[in-house]
């Protein structure tokens, strides 16, 4: 299940692993298995993005473009769109 699956990946996340934090970061975006944040997501998709995991950087892009557990901001998000 979710929660189960959320569970999983945390440990993996912490560790750096830029996959866990993706994924990590799309269970918590959407408050599948665990509450739903948006600042904690963009956290995580940041710190994926950071290591070059290009879905992390569009998720990211698109919570910036619409302010979504950050300020919006467009030409960060076209930067980060552009990655």
């Known amino acids: 299940d979710d929660r189960e699956a959320a569970r999983l990946f945390r440990p993996a996340a912490e560790q750096g692993h830029a996959d866990a934090q993706f994924n990590l ?15 904690e997501a963009a956290r995580l998709f940041r710190l994926a993005a950071d290591q070059g995991l290009a879905d992390a950087q569009h998720n990211l892009a698109v919570l910036c473009e619409h302010g979504m557990g950050m300020p919006q901001d467009d030409t960060k998000a076209a930067r980060l ?3």
């Open 81 to 83: 769109y552009r990655l």
């Open 25 to 39: 970061g799309v269970f918590i975006e959407r408050g599948m298995g665990v509450p739903q944040d948006d600042n």
